[in-house]
């Protein structure tokens, strides 16, 4: 087959995160790798997991040194510290260059297995690509491709489904008791990673009021600020820790993730709110915190869901499985899809071996009409012109259907190996 | 003319013979797909457009059931057990999708058990293939026939109030217990099952309400041998009454009192199960429907 394309990739398969940290590609940086290489097709795709270059030439081969320079000059990498970093990359060709970016955009090849961001973050690469006019046809095509699998995947396989990371699984408890909630009143207790990530997993279900209360007011600003890019019509409130009494009886859904060594919630307290509460509709208590934010007796009020960082992680581990056991169904599609695309794009290269057998078989009968040209009228040759044009179309068509016909790609290779061999096409 | 009319009531017949065989496969059809949706073996983006038309179409059918069976029997599906069975069945499908299906963004647990219920009330009338009795006068009453299908209405939204209540707390005992399988996984949100089973009595109480107003007016239509107070104090009517009261009240109560979650479900749940106690016992002592007929 013509053309060559292949990957290098560095992701938490093997590397450590301090690693894929050190070599993660901002915008800017991803821009001027792809300005790089002009002589390749190009798609550079950086993530927290992983950061990978791909390149397709019909040329000579690209170079996977090249590639692996550029990056390390790019992000200021010491000289000392490549040749130790070069065992955490991976190298890919061909076939399996293409099996593994579909992997990757499908979400199996995540370390949150059917992870959906993947997804965007590969639309958003290939999107980068175009604009730095790095990409022509060979990724355009890839690119439909993959998005077709990654598409596939979703509706025809539940992959995606059910809580993968214990904020979300959070989130996602929480919309087993209420599933809508513009209407209620949300309330995290911290401004960590874990409150943050929570925050924006509950903007994105569409929450409209989340109170975040923390012992630094300005580090609950910060979190909000970083939040609010998601979603601004959301109402966002700081509240100092202290004041949490104050809102509780209001509060429908919380969720706690502070580093406190103590409880920051007693069961008297939650006792004193639940009797302020102007309804009976339940309070969801979820403690992420390691140790734990609330008094495990609270869960014992009536009227009270209380769960800890191992509830949520029954559910998640529960997911887990059932996502690595879609994995094969993943990976068919994969399969049906990546077979189909090389058999396309060998259909593609069938196109010039026809063209050559039909040069081929056109010159043979141009030179022995040319050869019996003087022993023939005017009339008569045109005849045999025309008579020996038919023939050939009426003789190639066959060979010409069937050099394309096949789905298998080997098949296709394989004959147009052989007439080209038995026609010597090859110069 | 004659010969008109025998055509009609053979052709009739033979419609009911017809649906009388397909409504029981079309209910168990529609069960089938549900428990595929409950299952989640179906994709998800096909499942509620799917499940709708599908319940669209079973209506339809037992609409021309219940239409050709009336025209051929000279009365609706309340005159004996089976027929009310297959009335209930319908009822209760058209009760699920106003209530939830239509407003619904996907399909739930909950039409996994409301068709499998109505598959099997179905599948006994059919099964039953009785001959309709000698219909006393009062089954030609329009006024009577409104008043049946109105309380089989209100009723049948009830039993859709208790299928919600039930699972809500199935659904409730799951998440204090830490079992998150196939009830926590399958079944609605608690606020969900909570606002469907609400509207779920709302239409059974206004249908009741419709029923009780039909019934007096029956009373002062038809000529019947007892006196307002024997009527007032017929089993079904007092517990009819008082379901309507208890239904009444659920709504009242979740206004006035703020009554929400698990003690407003617990509420409308002691409404059903006394209907439920009250049916068994006043169909073991009675022997007609009510006691002056």
Known sequence: ?427 | MFRKRALFGASMDVLVAVLRIILPLAYGGLAFYFARTFFRTLDQAHRLRHALSGAYFVLALHTVYIGAYTAHYRHELVATVFELSSLIAFTLLAVYVFAELRTSRETSGTGFFVTAIAFLLQLLSSIANETPPETKAILHDPIFNLHVTTSVFGYAALMLAAIYGGLYLLLFRSIRRNEFGAIFEHIPSLDRLERYGLRASAFGFVFLTLSIVLGAMLYSRIPLNVTAVAFLFDPKVVMTVLVWIVFGATLLVRRAMRMEGRRLVLFWMSGFALTVISMTVINWIGTSFHSFF
């Open chain 1, 1 to 427: 087959m013509t053309g060559n394309f292949i990957a290098l990739s560095i992701s938490h398969r093997r590397a450590p995160v301090e690693v894929r940290e050190a070599l993660q590609l901002s915008e800017e940086e991803t821009r001027r790798l792809l300005a790089q290489f002009p002589q390749f097709e190009t798609l550079v795709l950086s993530t927290c997991n992983r950061t990978e270059i791909y390149a397709y030439t019909e040329e000579e081969k690209p170079s996977l040194e090249q590639l692996l320079e550029s990056l390390f000059e790019l992000k200021h990498v010491a000289e000392e510290q490549r040749a130790g970093l070069r065992n955490f990359f991976e190298t890919l060709e061909w076939e399996e260059t293409i099996r593994h970016l579909f992997a990757v955009i499908t979400g199996i090849d995540s370390q949150i297995v059917g992870d959906q961001q993947i997804f965007a973050q590969v639309k958003e690469a290939f999107r980068l690509s175009e604009a730095e006019e790095a990409s022509g046809a060979f990724l355009r095509k890839l690119s439909q491709v993959a998005f077709r699998v990654a598409k596939r995947v979703i509706t025809e396989t539940t992959l995606n489904e059910g809580a993968a990371t214990i904020s979300y699984a959070a989130v996602e408890f929480a919309r087993k008791i209420y599933d809508d909630f513009e209407e209620r009143h949300i309330l995290i207790i911290g401004a960590g990673e874990s409150a943050e990530l929570a925050t924006k997993h509950f903007l994105d279900r569409r929450a409209r009021r989340i109170t975040i209360a923390n012992r630094s007011v300005e580090r609950a600003r910060e979190m909000i600020s970083r939040v609010r890019a998601n979603d601004s019509n959301a109402e966002l409130d700081i509240l100092p820790i202290e004041e949490l009494p104050v809102v509780l009886s209001s509060v429908d859904i919380l969720v706690s993730a502070t580093s406190a060594t103590d409880y920051v919630l007693t069961r008297s307290t939650v006792e004193e709110a639940l009797k302020r509460k102007s309804s009976s509709s339940p309070m969801v208590m979820i403690d992420i915190a390691v140790p734990r934010d609330l008094e495990p007796s609270i869960g014992t009020l009536p009227n009270v869901f209380l769960k800890d960082i191992d509830d949520l992680r029954s559910i998640v581990d529960r997911n887990t499985e059932r996502r690595r056991h879609e994995i094969p169904k993943a990976e068919a599609i994969i399969e049906e899809e990546r077979s189909q695309f090389l058999a396309a794009l060998s259909r593609l290269q069938a196109g010039p071996t026809i063209k050559a057998l039909r040069d081929k078989f056109e010159a043979v009968r141009k030179e022995e009409l040319e050869r019996n040209k003087g022993k023939l009228d005017e009339k008569s040759f045109a005849m045999l012109d025309e008579m020996t044009r038919r023939m050939m179309n009426r003789l190639l068509h066959t060979p010409a259907v069937e050099l394309k016909e096949s789905s298998e790609t080997a098949d296709i290779l394989a004959r147009l190996e052989l007439v080209r061999t038995l026609f010597g096409l090859d110069p």
